[in-house]
């Protein structure tokens, strides 16, 4: 069984910053692609950025140059530095993982979501 436990999510106002944190526990053989969603009431989730084994990495147009994804694959965890943070960055942020649990099962698994608000 494996679990993503994410953390980091808050108040913040404009322009100020947060980072936010995953880490995946349980049974892991390996970890593929890594990342970040988000989604807000009555909306689809939406890719905000991933990153690959390899440290590869990919973002959505309205946070590059502000947001910044990264992994310590010792720890199985994945970051996601925000800065210059803007009220339409407000969501639930979910992370979520490629993960092979033994030689023969791999999966996809998400966390349970952490709230980012961006409010004066």
């Known amino acids: 069984q494996v679990q993503l436990v994410e953390s980091g999510g808050g108040l913040v106002q404009p322009g100020g910053s947060l980072r936010l944190s995953c880490a995946a526990s349980?049974?892991?053989?390996?970890?593929?692609?890594m990342g970040w969603y988000r989604q807000v009431p009555g909306k689809q989730r939406d890719l905000v950025a991933t990153?690959?084994?390899?440290?590869?990495?990919n973002y959505v147009d309205s946070v590059k140059g502000r947001f910044t994804i990264s992994r310590d694959n010792a720890k199985n965890t994945v970051y996601l530095q925000m800065n210059s943070l803007k009220p339409e960055d407000t969501a639930v942020y979910y992370c979520?993982?490629?993960?092979?649990?033994?030689?023969?099962?791999?999966?996809?698994?998400w966390g349970q979501g952490t709230q980012v608000t961006v409010s004066s």
């Open positions: 349980g049974s892991i053989f390996s970890i593929y692609t």
């Open positions: 990153i690959t084994n390899g440290g590869m990495t």
């Open positions: 979520n993982a490629e993960i092979r649990t033994t030689i023969l099962r791999q999966g996809n698994y």
